[in-house]
């Protein structure tokens, strides 16, 4: 193994060890009795398999990059209903 793929095999690994779940992963929800939604993180077979586009084994680079961003978007966008939720709670009703 190259010392690039270990790398890049090496920084998937700590993402899934993480249980950061790249956006290309779909989160598993179920409601709890207080109404509130529980968030369960796909096993890491799950995340490597969404990451690995094009189904050799591996991630290469521009799979691992093109994970990052789209984990990045998400984050933004669940963040940015955070932030709606605050907003609409502390407005008078």
């Known amino acids: ?14 993402i899934m060890a993480a249980g950061i779940s ?8 179920a ?3 207080n109404g509130r939604v529980n968030f369960r993180a796909p096993d890491p077979e ?3 398999a969404r990451m690995d ?10 799979e691992f990059m093109a994970a990052h961003a789209r984990m990045k978007e998400r984050s ?3 963040r940015q209903m955070r932030q709606e ?3 609409n709670r502390n407005q008078p009703q």
């Open 76 to 78: 933004q966008e669940r």
């Open 22 to 29: 790249v956006s290309a992963v779909s989160v598993v929800n």
């Open 46 to 48: 799950t995340i490597f």
């Open 31 to 33: 409601q709890n009795p």
């Open 53 to 62: 586009t094009n189904g050799d084994q591996m991630i290469s680079k521009p």
């Open 1 to 14: 193994m190259t010392k690039k793929k270990f790398f890049l095999a090496s920084v998937a690994g700590g």
């Open 85 to 87: 939720r605050r907003e």
